[in-house]
């Protein structure tokens, strides 16, 4: 059984950091790409960053790039999404996701806030 579990949203002021994880089970972790999404109030959901499988390709939503940093842990089985300089239009829901075609998984999602 596939499972994705976010964990390290929260509250930050503006200019702060923070780094989100997510925890994978259920598959050949190193195997497939790995993404975070967000999804703020009224807005649809977008990607904001992607790794390949083996860590060494990533990809940045043009508006955290220098930012924000995407990274994985095959051992442990995690990626993580770090997060600085953040400014109050970073706050969303932010969700990790992958694709087993051709299914879709995603996780719970994690709150980030960003205000002073």
């Known amino acids: 059984q596939v499972q994705l579990v976010e964990s390290g949203g929260g509250l930050v002021q503006p200019g702060g950091s923070l780094r989100l994880s997510c925890a994978v089970s259920?598959?050949?972790?190193?195997?497939?790409?790995m993404s975070w999404y967000r999804q703020a109030p009224g807005k649809e959901r977008e990607l904001v960053a992607s790794?390949?499988?083996?860590?060494?390709?990533?990809n940045y939503l043009d508006s955290v790039k220098g930012r924000f940093t995407i990274s994985r842990d095959n051992v442990k089985n995690t990626v993580y999404l770090q997060m600085n300089s953040l400014k109050p239009e970073d706050t969303a829901v932010y969700y990790c996701?992958?694709?087993?075609?051709?299914?879709?998984?995603w996780g719970q999602g994690t709150q980030v806030t960003v205000s002073s």
């Open positions: 790794i390949s499988g083996g860590g060494g390709s990533t």
């Open positions: 996701y992958t694709r087993l075609p051709p299914r879709h998984y």
């Open positions: 259920g598959f050949t972790f190193s195997n497939y790409a």
